[in-house]
């Protein structure tokens, strides 16, 4: 069974723009041009440029027609499996360190994301409100928007407590944590990646098509009870995740 006529222009579409025939920055012809060219009615060459645009490959504008992306230098984040510190408190990325909240937090209660809920440890179809904590952080100097950082809190730990206000003081959220006596903190962490809603993709300028790396980190304390989950989202065009890979004794050279 072929695929739709769309489908098969996009596909063409797709490969003359990874071989260069369309470069970065350049412009694909007219809808009514590709209409012709590829002998299809003009909806189904706009069904065909929208799905490019779907991919990240396009972008489409009035002025300039449907313009071929440029696709930004990729930064990696390293994950060296520990955790730092400096005068500001914790933090988990060293290439990240610079990176500030480009205003102050939004602190709310509301029910948690079933997945978050789901880690949290909160029972099947409670909805009770969790506290959290939303950020956006990025580099100073340019005011640019690079990652989403969102925690979430167990009611009964953060009520009444200054994890609820906006200003948490030096340390953050985890030294107040350790303050209230869950010390020693300890973090795992998980990387995935989805689309982004709507309200991601205007805060993090994000393009058609562009997903959501994810890392998402569970705060444990000494009982091995979980305090905090940490949602933190960014461009997967943009980031990536690296880390260092050792010899386990299995793979040790004699």
Known sequence: MSSPAYQ?????LRAAIEDGTYPAGGTLPKIVDLAQQYGVAKQTAREAVAELEAEGLVDVTRRRGTVVRT??????????????RDDRGYYFDASAQGWVALQPPTVTW???????????????????????????MGDPATRTPLQLATSYLPAPLA????????????????DLLEEMGHTPLSWTEAVSARMPTPTESDRLHLHKGVPLLRITRTTTGPDGAVLEINDTRMSAEAFDVGYALTRHATAARS
Request: charge should be positive; glycine fraction near 10%; charged fraction near 30%.
């Open 8 to 12: 098969q222009m996009a596909a063409e």
């Open 71 to 84: 696709p930004p230098t990729r930064r990696r984040l390293t994950r060296g499996r520990q955790v730092y």
């Open 110 to 136: 509301a029910p948690a994301p079933r997945d978050i809920a789901t880690l949290l440890v909160l029972p099947d179809g409670d909805e009770h409100d969790v506290l959290v904590r939303d950020r956006i």
């Open 159 to 174: 009520r009444g407590t200054r994890l609820a206000e906006t200003d948490t003081g030096p340390g953050g959220i985890y």
